[in-house]
């Protein structure tokens, strides 16, 4: 599996904002079909925060993020991003994006999350 190289991550206040960027191939763009967002926290499991189809169709968004996050695909440069805005103290981890295929996104996100091949994500740190 292809691993995907995310970045925009930093350091940041709480109210504060990061966007988040993920290039995503051609190739996966062509073969899968939907990426999510996913947030580790230290001490905690990968959780799902956002997601979408690639055609646009559903999203997702976990409660806690939901009215703060967007989630969007860039298709003229086949990146996928994450805005976050009035990020606070829980925002604050690891964050990596994953992309599936058709049989493996529900809901607007990428369910196998205990199967994919993760790149090096990209951290945030949140302080008060």
């Known amino acids: 599996q292809e691993l995907l190289q995310e970045s925009g991550g930093g350091s940041v206040q709480v109210g504060g904002s990061l966007r988040l960027s993920c290039p995503l191939s051609?190739?996966?763009?062509?073969?899968?079909?939907?990426a999510g967002w996913f947030r580790q926290a230290p001490g905690k499991a990968r959780e799902a925060v956002a997601g979408r189809y690639f055609n646009g169709a559903k999203t997702y968004y976990a409660d806690s993020v939901r009215g703060r996050f967007t989630i969007s695909l860039d298709n003229a440069k086949n990146i996928l991003y994450l805005e976050m805005n009035s990020l606070e103290v829980a925002d604050a981890g690891t964050y990596y994006c994953?992309?599936?295929?058709?049989?493996?996104?529900?809901?607007?996100?990428?369910?196998?999350?205990?199967?994919?091949?993760w790149g090096p994500g990209t951290q945030d740190t949140v302080s008060s």
């Open positions: 051609a190739w996966i763009l062509g073969n899968y079909y939907c």
């Open positions: 994953a992309p599936d295929r058709r049989a493996y996104c529900m809901n607007g996100y990428p369910q196998r999350v205990h199967q994919y091949s």
